[in-house]
């Protein structure tokens, strides 16, 4: 590594300081197209609580789901709010079909977590609702990332799955904790790509 590289890198995870003591995640907030399709599938289907809505300015709406472990998933909903551009504002595809690529700026996919004994729970859940999903991925460190058997280099257990509005949606299980050698890639800049 050169000189340069070394002291312009973005220090690890293990170097880092903390000078803010994060508790988790308040929300995360995405537009519905729909608020109340919006809400059938979160509350009905996911069995998230609405928790606060709010009626914003000009027409518009703010809702918040409980995701857990006091994080909120939130959506506005505005009356004239431009339709969204799939490979854009969000992937175009599942993992399972095609290119994930979206814009810079745009948020890739939510991934809620369960805990590893309920993944297989999950996708019955899901399957019983008629949602169209993965099958449960196994996430390792191997060529593809991903292995048809859950073995002791899985970190992570994967299901895929859409909302009305096309948000990439995940449900992911922890299945081992990670330590200091799971960081072991250097951040690549624009100039790499």
């Excluded at 995640?25 to 069995?47: C, E, P, Q, R, W």
Aim: aromatic share 8%; net charge negative.
């Amino acid at each position: 590594m050169s000189e340069t590289t070394a002291t312009t890198s973005a220090p690890r995870r293990s170097d880092a300081t903390r000078p803010i003591e994060f508790t988790g995640i308040n929300h995360l907030a995405l537009v519905s197209s729909d608020m109340a399709k919006t809400v059938d599938f979160y509350s009905g289907v996911l069995g998230m609580p609405l928790t606060k809505t709010i009626e914003i300015p000009g027409g518009g709406q703010h809702f918040f789901f409980d995701c857990g472990n006091g994080d909120s998933l939130a959506f506005f909903w505005f009356p004239n709010a431009p339709q969204s551009v799939p490979g854009v504002s969000q992937p175009a595809n599942r993992p399972d079909q095609g290119d994930i690529v979206s814009a810079h700026g745009s948020m890739n996919h939510v991934a809620f977590n369960v805990s590893a004994d309920q993944i297989d729970d999950c996708l019955a859940a899901l399957r019983d609702a008629d949602v169209d999903c993965t099958e449960v991925w196994n996430h390792d460190d191997s060529e593809w990332g991903v292995s048809r058997e859950q073995h002791d280099g899985v970190f992570v257990r994967s299901i895929y799955f859409s909302d009305p509005d096309g948000v990439s949606l995940e449900i992911a299980a922890w299945t081992r904790e990670l330590g200091p050698d799971d960081v072991s890639h250097e951040p690549r800049t624009a100039a790499d790509a």
